[in-house]
């Protein structure tokens, strides 16, 4: 199983290319950044059960402090591919129903073409109505518009010249170029909730799975279950479907003690049953207040890892 790390990064933590070259000397298999556009100053923490999910409105927002500053993750990552070789990079989690198609297609193909196709391109659909209303459309509407951006995007990755003409994206035939180097294109995975409609996406136009521990509960191959069967369901061969499952907690929430944070890290035996649900990838977190700690929890989730060999 490869381990990979998610890093919340912003413009008060150690930067992506001060966080990046300990990761590869560490033998991870890949870093992974978040997207958040921007964040409206009356959003509402919703998809929280903790201190957050208050319910309530004020210019403070009532979310985690990371999210007013967070960095472009696709940026981050060309800084990243320009300063590794075998690291791995991804979006955990993107937004791409929040960007212009055309301009994200070749966006990512760039990066992809740069780092040699190591780019994983891992999405969601979003949980801030605000955010999506500000970017062009409802949330009501942000599972068919991703959708319908992901069709586009494809297209434009996949045929010489392309064209679309949907409800939510529009354009003419058109070339783009750089195609990206990974064939037919980056690994698409979708990081949304267990639930049916997810499932149907997973194969209807993604690559693979991205769960999160803390959403799952112990119900992981359960829902494993379930998108195989909605894979055979659909005539695709569920082991075409990779899994990768975040288990952050151990980063989360800012800078803590090293006795925190070791007791939050899931134990030998916890990845050793993610494993056998079929998860061939796991990305673990590590905080990034400071580049000491920083090292130091890395080195203690590389020991983790190869507690596994």
């Given at each position: 199983?490869?381990?990979?790390?998610?890093?919340?990064l912003?413009?008060?933590?150690?930067?992506?290319?001060?966080?990046?070259p300990?990761?590869?000397?560490?033998?991870f298999?890949?870093?992974?950044?978040g997207?958040?556009?921007?964040?409206?100053v009356?959003s509402?923490f919703?998809?929280?059960?903790?201190?957050?999910?208050t319910g309530?409105?004020a210019?403070?927002?009532?979310?985690p402090?990371?999210?007013?500053r967070m960095p472009?993750?696709y940026?981050?990552l060309?800084?990243?591919?320009?300063i590794?070789?075998?690291?791995?990079?991804g979006?955990c989690?993107?937004?791409?129903?929040?960007?212009?198609p055309?301009e994200?297609?070749?966006?990512?193909?760039?990066?992809?073409?740069l780092?040699?196709?190591?780019?994983?391109?891992?999405?969601?659909y979003?949980w801030n109505?605000?955010?999506?209303?500000?970017?062009?459309f409802?949330y009501?509407?942000?599972?068919?518009v991703m959708?319908?951006?992901?069709?586009?995007?494809?297209?434009?990755?996949?045929?010489?010249?392309?064209?679309?003409?949907?409800?939510?994206?529009?354009?003419?035939?058109?070339?783009s170029?750089?195609?990206?180097?990974?064939k037919?294109?980056?690994?698409?995975?979708?990081?949304?909730?267990?639930v049916?409609?997810?499932?149907?996406d997973?194969?209807a136009?993604?690559?693979?799975?991205?769960?999160?521990?803390?959403?799952v509960?112990?119900r992981?191959?359960e829902?494993v279950?379930?998108?195989?069967?909605t894979?055979?369901?659909?005539?695709?061969?569920?082991?075409?479907?990779?899994?990768?499952?975040?288990?952050?907690?151990?980063?989360?929430?800012?800078?803590?003690?090293?006795?925190?944070?070791?007791a939050?890290?899931?134990?030998?035996?916890?990845?050793?049953?993610?494993?056998?649900?079929?998860?061939?990838?796991?990305i673990?977190?590590a905080?990034?207040?400071?580049?000491?700690?920083?090292?130091w929890?890395?080195?203690?989730?590389?020991?983790l890892?190869?507690?596994l060999a």
């Amino acid at each position: 199983m490869d381990v990979g790390v998610v890093l919340n990064l912003t413009d008060r933590t150690p930067s992506i290319v001060e966080c990046a070259p300990p990761l590869e000397e560490r033998r991870f298999e890949s870093v992974w950044l978040g997207e958040h556009t921007h964040l409206p100053v009356d959003s509402v923490f919703r998809y929280s059960t903790g201190k957050y999910a208050t319910g309530k409105k004020a210019r403070d927002g009532y979310v985690p402090d990371f999210y007013k500053r967070m960095p472009d993750p696709y940026v981050s990552l060309a800084a990243v591919a320009s300063i590794t070789t075998g690291l791995r990079l991804g979006t955990c989690i993107a937004l791409p129903a929040e960007h212009n198609p055309i301009e994200l297609a070749k966006r990512i193909a760039t990066l992809d073409t740069l780092s040699g196709g190591r780019f994983a391109f891992g999405i969601g659909y979003g949980w801030n109505p605000l955010e999506m209303r500000n970017n062009g459309f409802e949330y009501a509407d942000r599972r068919a518009v991703m959708r319908e951006k992901i069709a586009a995007m494809k297209a434009l990755w996949t045929q010489e010249t392309a064209g679309y003409d949907g409800k939510h994206v529009r354009f003419t035939e058109s070339w783009s170029y750089p195609k990206p180097v990974t064939k037919p294109h980056p690994p698409i995975l979708l990081g949304a909730a267990p639930v049916r409609a997810t499932f149907e996406d997973v194969v209807a136009f993604a690559d693979g799975w991205i769960p999160v521990r803390a959403f799952v509960g112990d119900r992981l191959t359960e829902h494993v279950a379930e998108l195989r069967r909605t894979a055979v369901e659909a005539g695709r061969d569920p082991d075409t479907i990779q899994i990768s499952l975040v288990d952050s907690e151990g980063a989360m929430g800012g800078k803590k003690s090293r006795d925190e944070f070791t007791a939050r890290l899931p134990g030998k035996e916890t990845l050793q049953r993610y494993a056998e649900a079929g998860v061939g990838r796991v990305i673990l977190g590590a905080p990034t207040t400071d580049l000491d700690f920083y090292r130091w929890s890395l080195d203690r989730l590389a020991a983790l890892r190869d507690s596994l060999a």
